[in-house]
């Protein structure tokens, strides 16, 4: 009898963050407490990464950061996963004052399978946008890959640890490629706790 693989399932990742303390907790135990809220709420957990030490981005925006990268499946849309994401920050304290501000938890929708979103030219606009508007401009709809992905060692040394073949669709590098092709102080930054 052989173990069958459920085609209707996709597979997605999901970076977490946080540099707060919230209801006496440092961010690490929140973030434990954010995987089991995620599986409570039927995503089903694949792979979950270390937990690292990160410095704040940007610099001089607050405390370091502990993250981390888990990869699930689920047969839910990528619109029902972010807004299950939201919940589950807002359950956390998340205020969203800040774009790139201090925070009890951020739960990003990182990658979906092979997916693009909106589309091709949206996605274009967001991956090519300077930095400078990246600080003050925030997408209306989701974006996937997130278009900032291949630039934040963050996520990327996360993720190598849940998915680390994953291949992005635009880009065609995979997640262990982007690893490589970033800075090796930035690289060096993220520290397992």
């Known amino acids: 009898m052989g173990f069958e693989v459920d085609k209707s399932l996709s ?21 434990e407490q954010s995987l089991v809220a995620m599986a409570e709420a039927g995503l089903v957990i694949r792979a979950k990464s270390r937990f690292f030490a990160t410095p704040c981005f940007p610099a001089g925006a607050g405390p370091d950061y502990v993250n981390a990268a888990v990869s699930i499946e689920t047969d ?8 299950l994401l939201h919940r589950i920050e807002h359950d956390f304290e998340r205020a969203r004052e800040q774009r790139w501000g201090m925070r009890t938890l951020d739960l990003d929708l990182v990658c979906w399978d092979d997916l693009v979103l909106p589309d091709d030219v949206e996605y274009h606009r967001w991956l090519t946008l300077p930095h400078e508007k990246q600080a003050i401009s925030a ?51 993220v520290k397992p706790l």
Do not use: C, Y
């Not at 597979?11 to 973030?31: D, F, Q």
């Not at 839910?76 to 807004?83: I, R």
């Open 11 to 31: 597979k997605a990742v999901i970076a977490l963050g946080a540099n707060l303390s919230l209801r006496g907790n440092g961010p690490k135990v929140t973030l």
């Open 76 to 83: 839910q849309s990528p619109h029902e996963v972010l807004a």
């Open 139 to 189: 997408p209306e709809h989701l974006i996937l890959p997130h278009p900032r992905l291949q630039d934040r060692a963050f996520v990327l040394v996360p993720m190598a640890d849940v998915t680390p073949d994953w291949r992005h669709p635009v880009l065609d590098k995979t997640v262990t490629q982007m690893v490589a092709a970033l800075p090796r102080e930035d690289v060096v930054e």
